[in-house]
């Protein structure tokens, strides 16, 4: 399966409705097209992890659920994500994550 999937961009689009950008921007990261996330989409997690109103807990809430889709390729790019996100993400702010 490439591209985006309608499952992919439904979520995405409730997560608008809801305003909430972090969990948007993990759905689109972590998405069905089989190529790694985007790099803009990481970009603007780890400016995440700088902001103070960021709330770091549901973002890792978020990524783990994503972990428990029956795609192994929202999985593995979860998982991506999530290193990434403790590679480059705000160290101080990193405890959240363990």
Known sequence: ???QS???RITAAQHSVTGSAVAKAVCKATT???????KKHLDYLIQCTNEMNVNIPQLADTLFERTANSSWVVVFKAL???H????????VRNYSFS
């Open 84 to 91: 990434h996100l403790m590679m480059y993400g705000n160290e």
């Open 32 to 38: 069905h097209e089989v190529m790694g996330p985007k």
């Open 1 to 3: 399966m490439s591209g």
């Open 80 to 82: 991506i994500t999530t």
């Open 6 to 8: 309608i499952t992919d």
